[in-house]
């Protein structure tokens, strides 16, 4: 039996503080790297963000999408970035945001979670339009091999939240109505029996929210990862790490992508270091 | 100008009927074909169902988990797949259900729907938990392409309902709630300006669904395809089509896979054939 994800998300978080470093390759950062709009430049890419962030960091976000767009090459890029990430001891999360139902769901699984699986991650992100359920077979896949899920949840972007605020219909008067947001939560974190301890089952929940238009407090939240995009450039600072988590915050995983990666490939280095200790200042750490 | 996606698919629709064929090679599927649990094996075997439905329908729909679970070389095999199937004159739509935002959505349009990307196909499944307006940059580089999108709205997996049927908040009592399907569906469908022919921005509505529940009714669905999965093995049946889908029958690609992949790579051909019969006989075609 493997170490659970969360139990490693939690070790990680401890040691090097909740900064997480998203490796996104979009053509605009390409160009101002001087990199090829090629497969191998988004390996050359990501393979500079993983040497920079080994030892300063703990944990990587490499965004699928900007490597889907080389098609099969692309994805033997990503391969190439994962293995140099785990192999420097960085946590991988893959933000891929799959989500299917039933036996297609678990091959996003296989393909992400399975140990030995040429895209090996430690987790994905997933998404839940088909329902928090639908989700069951990639997290039953994932727990018992040590990896975990950050399910979307409440996001950032301001045209998720009327699907993400909108209340389940249950047809009974005599019982509070549900957001989307606390349903899906409340289905997916079911499915992860963790007692107590950081659970391997994680949402994404956007940084600057207000989450009490979710219906997303600190109880339900307790023992949940978080994984927090808005960070940096997106205009969430890590004084707001404590301010808007609260006694949740050392669960956060603080994703900063634009403010670390337009540093370019020679400041990139320091760039991380100053954003590290900026958190982990706040942190107390 | 290319036609738009809308124009070739009613083009499509009207020659062959409805019947848009899966590619699922999960892992029992390939033991019964007795192929490898590999890259090769689900390469033969989307290579096996392309060359049965070329001429005999109109459209196939590869569901890209069951190639990703095989990583770079999984997407080689599915590259393999779409060249041979839009080569034979195949409509492809690549089931992935992809959803981001921004920049991240349209990687994923660039990946799937730009001309001459490895992965090129007609059209792509996407997901809007992060709101139908997040899917906007995706809709706006496939439409001038001649490409389409089929956003899930209303699924048939039970544990969808909650979700998609959830009340969106609006604040105004004089006006009636949305569901959070119809809400998609709206915000989706205001990116395609297709004067009352078939669109390119089409719904994944399941076939056994009762719509009403979601509040899809015939009027706001008239000029939209509806991708609907669930014919076959999973219960509705060609007779289904008029009755479930009344003046939009027209319009729905009835999608099956288990029920035609069962047959076994002897059996194959003459299955598609005996299906697309019973569609055709049911439109009148």
Redesign the interface.
Known sequence: MSLSFGARLRTVLDEHGPLCVGI?P??ALLDAWGLPQTAEGVRAFGLTVIEAAAGRVGMVKP?V??F?????????A??DVFTAARAAGLLVIADA?????????A??A??WL?PG???ESDALTI????????LAEAIARALPVGKGVFV?AA?S??????????????GRTDEPQE??AL??TR?VTALDPHDGALGSVGLVIGATIDRSRFALDDNTLRTVPLLAPGFGAQGATPDDLRLRFGTLAGNVLASESRSILSAGPDRIAATIDERAARYQEVMGG
Chains 1, 2 share one sequence.
């Open positions: 996104d979009h053509a965004q999408s900007f889907e767009r080389f098609g099969s090459r692309g994805f033997a990503l391969e945001k799959r989500g299917d139902i039933g036996t297609t769901m091959g996003y296989q393909a399975e699986a040429p895209l998404s839940p339009y088909l329902g928090g359920g639908s979307l996001t972007n301001p045209e998720g939240a009327p699907l993400q605020t909108a209340l389940v219909q249950h957001t989307v349903r899906v289905d």
